[in-house]
């Protein structure tokens, strides 16, 4: 058990005072009792490493007070027990091969956990001096099937679209607690409505192509599915009031290790339990389309621009494809950080070629970017060691980010009559990591790798058996290929002859 100190206004105010070492930044010294302007849903580490560090920078330079963050947890009350006792204080732990740094945020002023809490959390969504909802609640967080849509049939969005329907009537129950991010929302938004529908802006931060929009799309969607009585007045509501900018999201952010947090605290002087960890890289691109104020996040270094797709499809399609194909080629290698993995000569090759003749042409002419540029700039930042990036943690969640990250750049190589062998390998890469972490036979740094995902059931159902057929019964049977995709031999042949190689060879 530490002895040190525990970070919170109290003790920030002393070290300040004795003198903080250069390679801390304390937060603004502003008023922070303000209404918060944010709500924010899914207050993981991703959301502490960027947009809020984005919100406090431009909190600090223009001195506006109205951007605090009410933080919303989703499966655990984890992080409420670890910024409550902190007055929402948490440092920000950069690291790269030569510096280390750490920012401390003051942004958030509240951590609400929905399964104690839901009155609390649609409060604050409905509340007139909230004017930004944002999320990030991971690809799996929006329940959506294969095709983008509303998965209907996922148990825990049924449940909600029940709850929402009677919120949407005024019938709900506020201890009913929802069971998706989308249903709370979606049952949060409608509180809004149902108490004066002031306009506000849904800003969604997850990795998903076209987000904004995408969930545009899919809470119509939702709320068209709803026999309430009041849903069409909803719907006109949404379209009228409420704002879904897209975004482009870039942080590497590590999960947070006790040897990370003991850095920090040497540094700092106090103990940290919401410490996060991240490259010193960030960037954020904001469609500017907003239903009312907004923090002046390019005040920060923020992108405020029309569009913003060409950064999103060259960040999900160049930085993230890389990302998933390192970390199951590495994983399946035995390398435990990306680092190791990029680092070795064989996988460095492959993500070359994986980048320059599949997810390069797939874009198309970008203007606004030198992709080149940003491929070695991708690459750097993946061989930085320090943050400690594991393959494990980039591998999770493979069925959610597949079709963002491998499958679409696929399918554009094919309707431009080119096969893309990189992607298909990055495929079969992915196969075999299914079909080892199912059978309990994969290490890596001395510890057994589970399959963790949403679909771990049904992935691993179709993966065990014989290797025979292993390509095509997860391409017919995983219900992530979309069909044009499952339909091509071309794709097919390639992915099967990957797997062929791959397994014969350690790669
Ligand atoms: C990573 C991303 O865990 C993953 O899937 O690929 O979290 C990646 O680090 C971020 O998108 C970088 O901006």
Redesign the pocket.
């Known amino acids: 058990m530490t002895s040190l100190r525990r970070l919170n206004t109290s003790t920030l105010a002393s070290l300040t005072a004795a003198g903080l070492p250069d390679a801390v930044r304390a937060p603004a010294p502003l008023d922070r009792t303000a209404a918060p302007g944010i709500v924010h849903l899914g207050i993981g580490a ?1 959301h502490r490493a960027h947009q809020a560090v984005f919100t406090e920078a431009a909190a600090a330079a223009t001195g506006d007070d109205r951007w605090g963050i009410v933080g919303v947890t989703q499966r655990s009350a984890g992080v409420r027990g670890q910024l409550a006792p902190q007055d929402g204080l948490y440092g920000v732990l950069g690291l790269s091969d030569g510096e280390t740094r750490l920012d401390l945020v003051g942004q958030v002023r509240d951590v609400l956990f929905p399964a104690e809490q839901t009155a609390d959390v649609l409060a604050a969504i409905a509340a007139p001096t909230t004017h930004v909802v944002s999320l990030t609640v991971t690809e799996k967080g929006y329940r959506r099937a294969a095709g983008g849509g509303p998965d209907l049939a996922d148990a825990a969005l049924a449940f909600d679209l029940e709850v929402l329907s009677r919120e949407i009537d005024g019938a709900a129950d506020a201890a009913v607690t929802s069971r998706s991010a989308v249903g709370l929302l979606l049952r949060g938004l409608a509180h809004r409505w149902h108490g004066g529908g002031q306009p506000v802006s849904v800003v969604v931060c997850d ?1 998903l192509m076209d987000n904004g929009p995408q969930v545009e799309a899919l809470v119509h969607a939702i709320v068209d599915a709803s026999p309430a009585a009041g849903a069409a007045s909803l719907g006109d509501w949404l379209r009228a009031s409420v704002a879904f900018p897209a975004t482009m ?5 590590p999960a947070t290790t006790d040897a990370h947090r003991a850095t920090a605290s040497a540094l700092l002087g106090a103990s940290d339990a919401g410490l996060v960890v991240a490259e010193p890289f960030m960037q954020w691109v904001i469609q500017d389309r907003f239903a009312g104020p907004r923090p002046a996040w390019e005040e920060a270094g923020a992108q405020l621009t029309e569009d913003v797709s060409a950064y999103e499809h060259t960040k999900l399609r160049i ?2 494809g890389t ?2 194909a390192l970390a199951y080629l590495g994983a399946l290698r035995g390398h435990a950080l990306i680092a190791d993995a990029v680092a070795d000569p064989d996988l460095h090759a492959f993500a070359r070629a994986l980048i320059d003749e599949d997810a390069i042409p797939s874009l198309g002419s970008v203007e606004e970017i030198d992709l080149a540029a940003y491929r070695e700039s991708v690459l750097e930042r993946f061989a930085n060691a320090a943050i400690g990036h594991t393959t494990v ?2 591998a999770m969640d493979g069925s959610q ?1 597949l079709p963002i990250r491998f499958l679409a750049t696929a399918q554009d190589r094919l309707a431009a009559g080119a096969v893309p062998h990189a992607m298909a390998r990055a495929v079969a890469a992915w196969m075999l990591y299914v079909r080892a972490t199912t059978a309990g036979e994969l290490e890596v740094a001395g510890r057994r790798v589970e399959l963790d995902d949403p679909l771990a059931a049904r992935l691993g159902g179709l993966a065990v058996g014989p290797m025979e057929g292993l390509a095509d019964r997860l391409v017919s049977g995983s219900g992530i290929f979309p069909a044009a995709l499952a339909g091509d031999d071309r794709f097919r042949d390639a992915v099967r002859s990957a797997v062929d190689d791959l397994q014969g060879a350690t790669v």
């Open positions: 991703f990795n999201v870039d942080r590497i952010v930085l993230n990302h998933s943690q980039i980010k």
